[in-house]
């Protein structure tokens, strides 16, 4: 599935749920919790959470877990405002969409 678009509000909220976590375990948790359907590559995720933190809305910093070091990430009190927001935004867009296009139709059983 194509998150262009939608990537900073999926890490925002899982990043919001953590105390800090590294860029694997995002990667793990958005594939988790989507069932599978964001199954985004370390090529696009890092880039993300590197421009988020050029924003201002994650910080990271290293830690030391045997025997490597791994960056972990978080939010800034920024951050969880703009996933706030960026939530808000999301749940009235598909309010809007859904007035649009109309409720989804239950499918009968195969």
């Given at each position: 599935?194509d998150?262009r678009g939608?990537?900073?509000?999926?890490?925002l909220?899982?990043l919001a749920?953590?105390?800090?976590?590294h860029g694997?375990a995002?990667?793990?948790a958005?594939?988790e919790r989507?069932?599978?359907?964001f199954?985004v590559p370390?090529g696009?995720?890092?880039?993300?959470l590197?421009?988020?933190?050029?924003?201002?809305l994650?910080?990271?910093?290293?830690?030391?877990?045997a025997?490597?070091?791994?960056?972990?990430y978080?939010?800034?009190?920024?951050?969880?405002?703009?996933?706030a927001?960026k939530?808000s935004?999301?749940r009235?867009f598909?309010?809007?969409?859904?007035?649009?296009?109309?409720?989804?139709?239950?499918?009968?059983?195969?």
């Amino acid at each position: 599935m194509d998150v262009r678009g939608h990537l900073d509000l999926l890490l925002l909220a899982v990043l919001a749920d953590a105390e800090g976590a590294h860029g694997y375990a995002v990667i793990a948790a958005l594939r988790e919790r989507s069932t599978g359907a964001f199954d985004v590559p370390e090529g696009t995720v890092y880039p993300a959470l590197h421009r988020l933190e050029r924003a201002g809305l994650v910080v990271s910093r290293w830690e030391q877990v045997a025997p490597r070091r791994r960056r972990v990430y978080e939010l800034t009190p920024d951050g969880r405002a703009a996933r706030a927001a960026k939530q808000s935004e999301w749940r009235s867009f598909v309010n809007s969409v859904q007035a649009v296009i109309g409720p989804v139709a239950a499918q009968a059983p195969a």
